[in-house]
């Protein structure tokens, strides 16, 4: 009996085959078509796809991790590429990618994986292709996704776009879906910088703004981590002064900086609105009172220099992120697949979520869409409360939700925390992003779980 294995799966591209090879072939493709559950990381990827060229990765397996090298080759300009096991975790692999023109001249893209596992053995062979199934409709989904997103830009010119906290959550994301694209992407850094690195210090002598020479737009993602540690007040006033002091020296290299940035896009949190209840939350709608509340007004009062010097500034009021790398959603994912979870405190509370790639989407669309500009909710278009939310990720899992998290023994394990974060009702609605012209991904919570876990069809 065979122990090889064929997956396979075609998609049609909203661009031609030229385009989507292109979109493969730029940085960053690699790590935009790893899924957010797997715990890959490139090591290294050199002389883009051509024949002979390596990538390595290294894949983590519980407590294991192991390279795994592959080589491009069989490499068709414009239509495919072949990528072939040099060493790793099969016995055999051989992933084809191929990207040839439908009846309307558009590309369909056609992946066939074929592999055998290590030693011919055969256990899990029906789980392999599970997984291998899982990842390509997921890869297909965000290729598509992401052309369609480049495509209805095309008129704009590629960009030159600097980011900071480009290695946390969200810039580890983002990064790959601008270069891509055919943006060039400069990360600003507090170490000593890199090849495409600028060094700053957020928290002292902030970035000269000669550096910034040449930069079309800057991307602003640095803070510390709100919900990193306990909320004593040296952590408050670590977080409250990152995004305050750390925003304002940004701004003011912008504003200062000739032949600099045209458009300012600053990560902020819906944290500004606070906890309001049931009551319907715009971004015409006043900040409310607290820690977060504070945090959020101080970060999007940092940006001001670089509005008044005339630099289109867009701040994006960031909801629930989904994603199983990390967040809330991380934490969430091991009692749920048990089977141990529930709704959390009274259920009532309102979450305002976004997926992942919709928050990508939002900061493309804000760089790239000249009347964005002021505040904007970066959250779904239909907000649930949490009894909706734990209801929902459970049916994604196929697990029940049984088990409540009471809400004193949250304020125990987190103290101020939790009455601001966790169990705080923020109803939020994405009216200026809608208005000015974004169409989201997953416009429902079922859809956004269901493509963030993989568990859609």
């Known amino acids: 009996m065979s122990t090889e294995l064929i997956v396979e799966r075609r998609t049609a591209l909203p661009v031609s085959p030229e385009e989507a090879f292109a979109w493969h072939a730029r940085p960053g493709a690699l790590e935009r078509l790893i899924p957010p559950w797997h715990r890959i990381r490139v090591l290294g990827r050199a002389g883009g796809v051509a024949n002979g060229t390596r990538v390595v990765l290294l894949v983590r397996a519980g407590p294991f991790a192991l390279r795994w090298t592959a080589e491009h080759r069989d490499v068709e300009p414009g239509r495919g590429f072949t990528d072939i096991q040099v060493s790793g975790p099969f016995e055999r692999w051989v ?17 066939r994986i074929l592999c055998e596992a290590p030693l011919g053995v055969r256990i899990g062979r029906s789980r392999l292709r599970r997984e291998l199934e899982r990842m390509l409709a997921w890869r297909h989904a965000v290729t598509a996704a992401d052309l369609a997103m480049l495509a209805a830009a095309a008129a704009g010119p590629r960009l030159h776009i600097a980011v900071t906290g480009a290695s946390g959550l969200i810039g580890s994301t983002l990064i790959p879906a601008l270069t891509t694209g055919g943006h060039r992407v400069t990360r600003l850094v507090r170490g000593v910088p890199r090849e495409d690195e600028i060094r700053w210090d957020p928290a ?7 550096a910034l020479r040449g930069v079309d737009a800057v991307i602003h993602l640095a803070g510390e981590n709100i919900a990193g540690a306990r909320w004593t007040a040296a952590h408050r006033r670590r977080v409250l002064e990152s995004r305050r002091t750390g925003t304002r020296l940004l701004a003011e290299a912008i504003a200062r900086a000739p032949g600099g940035p045209r458009v300012l896009v600053s990560a902020s ?73 529930g709704r959390i405190g009274s ?82 609605l994405p009216a200026a992003l809608v208005e000015s012209g974004y169409r989201f991904r997953h416009s429902t919570l079922a859809e956004a779980l269901a493509h963030v876990l993989g568990t859609a069809a």
């Open 95 to 111: 992933h084809t990618h191929r990207m040839d023109p439908g009846d309307d001249g558009r590309a369909v893209l056609h992946d």
């Open 204 to 210: 002292g002598a902030g970035l000269e703004p000669a």
């Open 269 to 341: 949190a819906i944290g500004l609105y606070g906890d309001r209840g049931d009551e319907v939350l715009t971004e015409e709608s006043a900040p409310g009172r607290g820690f977060l509340p504070d945090v959020a007004r101080a970060w999007e009062e940092g940006t001001r220099p670089a509005e008044e010097a005339g630099v289109r500034v867009v701040r994006l009021r960031i909801g629930l992120v989904l994603t199983p790398a990390g967040g809330l959603l991380e934490r969430l994912l091991p009692p749920f697949r048990l089977g141990l979870g």
């Open 347 to 428: 259920g009532a509370q309102w979450m305002s979520w976004i997926s992942v790639d919709d928050l990508v989407g939002a900061f493309h669309h804000a760089i790239v869409t000249e009347s964005a500009r002021g505040p904007m909710n970066a959250v779904g278009p239909e907000p649930v409360t949490n009894a909706e939310f734990t209801r929902a990720l459970a049916s994604a899992l196929r697990r029940p939700a049984l088990l409540p998290v009471p809400a004193v023994a949250l304020r125990l394990a987190f103290g101020q925390m939790a009455d601001e974060a966790i169990l705080a009702s923020a109803r939020v």
